[in-house]
């Protein structure tokens, strides 16, 4: 990594969650100087910042001279927009990115990394990713310096909502994407690194903008570089898409297809952070195992 021209303070929203806390991970391991603002400075989490060096600053997100005030400052800040499940939430999401945006405004910040998502650089008709686009048009519109970073599927879904199961000694994948579309992923530590090195001046995005894509691959290749890690055969089930909860969750992996068909540029993101993570480096880099194997399997 090259020196870092941002040397003052960074600011970053969504410190307490899973990206914005990546991002200050890496921040931290280039020593910079770092501000949470959080919503309740006395949560484990925002504590747990504390104790690591990080500048806590209460905010409420409907509160504008909250969020100016703790932007006075900085030299630059990162932001996302927290997870929305319903239309509701869609446009709650909309208030708080757009009023993140006015507040980088009104506190002068000199430059803004949004972490948006994968094709929001258009409306796709998924309603949580059109919001982001809807956040990425306000902030081009508002004059301050910005660079987009758009996170694809964060490859520590496969610990969560799409974990493989381990079925009659085989590894077993099931997704709501047909087989032969390949899903584009990224390591939430390489979203962190990634925005690290735009928040610190060591790199810059060609255009102010990154698509964060470190591995695209179909179901039956995913499923295969788990049952290799495991050791075991594995196979890929296709699920339909009235499998999933919400009309939201169906036109986002709706628009998973769609987007399998724009070819992605893997070096794009790997020339800012030339050690991403393939899928086969995330499964070893966080030690995955294999899980206990379904009841009566
Ligand atoms: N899952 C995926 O594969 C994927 C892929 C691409 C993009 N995304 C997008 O990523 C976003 C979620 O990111 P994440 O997983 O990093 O989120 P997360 O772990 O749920 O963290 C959310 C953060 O936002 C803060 N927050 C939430 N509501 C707030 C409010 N009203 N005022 C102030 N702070 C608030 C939380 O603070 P507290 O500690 O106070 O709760 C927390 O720090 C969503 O927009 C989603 O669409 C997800």
């Known amino acids: ?3 870092p021209t941002t040397t003052g303070t960074i600011a970053v929203f969504g410190a307490t969650g899973q990206q914005g806390g990546a991002v200050v991970d890496a921040l931290l391991d280039h020593g910079a100087r770092v501000r949470a603002l959080v919503r309740d400075p ?3 989490r925002a504590r747990a910042l504390a104790a690591r060096g990080v500048e806590l600053a209460a905010v409420r997100a409907d509160d504008p001279a909250s969020l100016a005030g703790a932007l006075t400052a900085v030299e630059a800040f990162h932001f996302m927009t927290p997870e929305a499940n319903s239309l509701e939430e869609v446009e709650a999401e909309v208030r708080i990115g757009t009023a993140l945006v006015d507040a980088a405004v009104e506190a002068g910040v000199p430059h803004v990394v949004f972490n948006s998502v994968f094709g929001a650089d258009r409306e796709s008709g998924v309603p949580h990713h059109d919001s982001k686009h ?4 306000h902030l081009r519109k508002s004059g301050l310096r910005a660079t987009m970073v758009r996170a694809t599927a964060f490859m520590e879904n496969f610990t969560s909502v799409m974990a493989p199961s ?3 000694g085989e590894i077993v994948l099931r997704l709501p994407l ?3 579309v390949a899903l584009k992923m990224i390591s939430i530590r390489d979203i962190g690194r990634v925005a690290a090195a735009l928040l610190l001046g060591t790199a810059e995005a060609p255009g102010g903008a990154v698509e964060l894509v470190g591995d695209e691959l179909t179901g039956p290749r995913i499923a295969a570089a788990f049952g290799a890690r495991a050791g075991l055969p594995a196979r890929y089930e296709a699920l339909p898409l009235s499998v999933l909860p919400t ?3 169906r036109a986002m992996f709706r628009q998973f297809a769609e987007a399998a068909e724009e070819p992605s540029d893997l070096a794009a993101v790997r020339s800012i952070e030339p050690a991403t993570l393939d899928l086969a480096g995330w499964i070893r880099a966080t030690g995955w195992t294999a899980p206990a194997p379904v009841a009566g399997s």
């Open 178 to 180: 047909p087989e032969d």
């Open 134 to 137: 809807r956040i990425e048009e």
């Open 247 to 249: 009309d939201l969750d």
């Open 166 to 168: 381990l079925e009659d």
């Open 42 to 44: 006395r949560s484990g």
């Open 1 to 3: 990594m090259s020196t």
